[in-house]
């Protein structure tokens, strides 16, 4: 078992920034992927960002790419997601997710399918 525990949401403006955090704790060593994804009210689930634990390749959805940047520390066993130029559309509960089993291809990190632990998730409100 993995648990997972995310911080650092809140209410920002837009054009403003976050960096959103999430620790895990338990069978750690058997984490191959990281990743953030964020469901609005009243929408589906989508996947924001994701990173492969130790090649550190990462995949970002379209709609971030150039504004969101994933990292982690894995002596930490932390993952961090630094968001910029956030704008009203970034509104979401952020979920941490990791994969304990291998995800085949760079394209399969966005699907969630591959994830089996998930936290419960951080708010961010970006007001207009």
């Known amino acids: 078992q993995v648990q997972l525990v995310e911080s650092g949401g809140g209410l920002v403006q837009a054009g403003d920034s976050l960096r959103l955090s999430c620790t895990a704790s338990?069978?750690?060593?058997?984490?191959?992927?990281l990743a953030w994804f964020r469901q609005a009210p009243g929408k589906e689930r989508e996947f924001v960002a994701a990173?492969?634990?130790?090649?550190?390749?990462?995949n970002y959805a379209e709609s971030v790419k150039g504004r969101f940047t994933i990292s982690r520390d894995n002596a930490k066993n932390t993952v961090y997601l630094q968001m910029n130029s956030l704008k009203s559309e970034d509104s979401a509960t952020y979920l941490c997710?990791?994969?304990?089993?291998?995800?085949?291809?760079?394209?399969?990190?966005?699907?969630?399918?591959?994830?089996?632990?998930w936290g419960q998730g951080t708010q961010v409100r970006v007001s207009s």
């Open positions: 997710a990791v994969a304990t089993k291998a995800v085949p291809t760079t394209e399969d990190m966005g699907r969630d399918v591959y994830y089996q632990y």
């Open positions: 338990g069978r750690t060593l058997g984490i191959y992927v």
């Open positions: 990173i492969r634990r130790y090649s550190g390749i990462e």
